[in-house]
């Protein structure tokens, strides 16, 4: 299956349209928009929603996020992985990271693995 992303409502809202100028077939969501989270969402909330929809968080929250993800680990949740957003990097750079990732990995690579991109 294809890697399908959410992006968190931190990052700008640029990035999408980065990516999908790119290519316009990725699956690619941002807190906000509609069949993703609403804005505000919290974010255990936002980790139950890629679980269920299948659907790797791109974030450059690294306050919050890492307690609410060990928190779901521990109760058995699992994400299709997570990607912190190295500081200052350029959301053309950004955006051909996740196209890389797109084309060459199948999402099932990514369950319950973090990375910092760009790699």
């Known amino acids: 299956m294809k890697v399908r992303f959410l992006l968190d409502e931190n990052l700008s809202p640029r990035l999408k349209i980065a990516v999908l100028r790119l290519n316009p077939a990725i699956d690619i969501l941002r ?10 969402t919290l974010d255990p ?3 139950l ?7 790797l968080l791109v974030t450059d929250n690294r ?6 993800l060990e ?10 992985g997570l990607f912190w957003v190295r500081p200052r ?7 051909e ?17 973090l990375e910092w991109i760009p790699f």
């Open 63 to 68: 306050t919050s996020m890492p307690s609410h």
């Open 49 to 55: 929603y890629l679980e269920l929809s299948q659907r």
């Open 31 to 40: 807190v906000g928009e509609s069949n993703a989270p609403p804005l505000g």
């Open 89 to 95: 990097i350029p959301i053309g750079k950004l955006a």
């Open 71 to 80: 928190s779901h680990w521990t109760a058995g949740g699992h994400i299709w």
């Open 97 to 113: 990271e996740l196209l890389l990732i797109w084309e060459t990995t199948e999402a099932e690579e990514w369950i319950d693995q």
């Open 45 to 47: 909330d936002v980790l």
